[in-house]
Structures are given as C-alpha cells and as structure tokens.
Nanobody, 118 residues
Framework: QVQLVESGGGLVQPGGSLRLSCAAS????????MRWYRQAPGKERELVAG????????NYADSVKGRFTISRDNAKATVYLQMNSLKPEDTAVYYC???????????WGQGTQVTVSS
C-alpha cells in the first residue's frame, strides 16, 4: 500500500524558511518522478515543483523559482521542499504526489499546512 507522509509545515513570518519532507513507502521510490503541489483556500491545486527519479532534473512554478528547492534522498525514500523567502501568498496546504502511470495511478499525501503571516 502506497503511503506518502508529509511533515514540516507550520507558521512562519514573511521572509522566513521552512523545509517540508515527504516520506514514501509501498512502492519503488527511486523509479518515479516526485512532485509537490499546493492548494490555497478557494483556489485550485497547483504544481509547485517536480524532481526526476534520480534527482538530476528539477522544475518549478514561476512563482517559486529562486526561492524553493526540491530534492530527494532515494536511500531514505524521502523528497524535500526547502522554502526560503516565504511570502504570505505561499500560504497553502502542501501535498506530496507520485504518478505511477495508468495502471497504478496517482497517490497523494494527507498534506501539511504552511502559513506565512506576521
């Protein structure tokens, strides 16, 4: 059974930093692209960042480029999102995602709340 468990969210002041973690189990983590999404109140879920199976390729939403860094540790089956220079508009629930294709489908974590406020 696939499990994605996010942690590391919280309340932070504008300009601050947080590091999110997503611990994965139930599938061969090192085979798959991993992604972080977020959903703010009243808005659709949006892609924040993605990382290739070996960590060699990353991509980011324009809104977070230069501030967020996605990384992974395949030995620990964990993907991270380092978030710096946080802004109030980064406030959202952040979700970890893996898409294992048509047969196995997508899996999501339960989400972790990030609130950026003074």
């Amino acid at each position: 059974q696939v499990q994605l468990v996010e942690s590391g969210g919280g309340l932070v002041q504008p300009g601050g930093s947080l590091r999110l973690s997503c611990a994965a189990s139930g599938f061969t983590f090192s085979w798959y692209v991993m992604r972080w999404y977020r959903q703010a109140p009243g808005k659709e879920r949006e892609l924040v960042a993605g990382i290739s199976h070996d960590g060699g390729i990353t991509n980011y939403a324009d809104s977070v480029k230069g501030r967020f860094t996605i990384s992974r540790d395949n030995a620990k089956a964990t993907v991270y999102l380092q978030m710096n220079s946080l802004k109030p508009e980064d406030t959202a629930v952040y979700y970890c995602n893996v898409d294992r294709g048509t047969y196995y489908g997508e899996s999501w974590g339960q989400g972790t709340q990030v609130t950026v406020s003074s």
